[in-house]
T-cell receptor
């Protein structure tokens, strides 16, 4: 069973703080993704990575950075949190070519920036 | 124009009804297709992949029409527990597989 875990379910931070969201997967998947989900806007891709130390910008990378030093771990960094980054953050991984690279999601981190 | 489009609904149906959702995609480089289910305040979970020949899993049937660029999901004999948002996902090849999500279709099954 694929397992994707995220470091926190709920997080409250202040404006201007540096925030780290961690994601770990145990299926040796090469692809990992970070999304945010807001009501009415659906899932939006922030960054993704298809290999260690590789990263690609998604649709909304501004205000975020990522780090992938190990295959199983993909971190999302908010350098200086702002209130408009209050959202649900979802991490996902994929890596099975025979299954069309279907994605598996972590439980999400609900971040509130005050 | 959004690459993957879904009717947001909600679709409000009685228990036992049959309901169908469609999803259209615009990128002909689309390679693989999925339906996910998302419950309120939870993460999306894979419901089923969608194959060119169509596929069935119990009460759920998924179909792909590459010529018209749409996929569909049919749910027979709806249960209260089917109430959720159904997300259409298309993987597009652009050097690596990039998943594109529709915004989801809300289904409410009532007694």
């Amino acid at each position: 069973d694929v397992k994707v875990t995220q470091s926190s379910r709920y997080l409250v931070k202040r404006t201007g703080e540096k925030v780290f969201l961690e994601c770990v997967q145990d299926m040796d998947h090469e692809n990992m993704f970070w999304y945010r989900q807001d009501p009415g806007l659906g899932l939006r891709l922030i960054y993704f990575s298809y290999d260690v130390k590789m990263k690609e910008k998604g649709d909304i990378p501004e205000g975020y950075s990522v780090s992938r030093e190990k295959k199983e771990r993909f971190s999302l960094i908010l350098e200086s949190a702002s209130t408009n980054q209050t959202s649900m953050y979802l991490c996902a991984s994929s890596g099975d070519r025979d299954r069309g690279y279907e994605q598996y999601f972590g439980p999400g981190t609900r971040l509130t920036v005050t | 124009r959004k690459e993957v489009e879904q009717d947001p609904g909600p679709f409000n149906v009685p228990e036992g009804a049959t309901v169908a959702f469609n999803c259209t995609y615009s990128n002909s480089a689309s390679q693989s297709f999925f339906w996910y289910r998302q419950d309120c305040r939870k993460e999306p979970k894979l419901l089923m992949s969608v194959y060119s020949s169509g596929n069935e899993d119990g009460r759920f049937t998924a179909q792909l029409n590459r010529a018209s660029q749409y996929i569909s999901l049919l749910i027979r004999d709806s249960k209260l527990s089917d109430s959720a948002t159904y997300l259409c996902v298309v993987n597009i090849w652009g050097g690596s597989y990039i998943p594109t999500f529709g915004r989801g279709t809300s289904l409410i099954v009532h007694p």
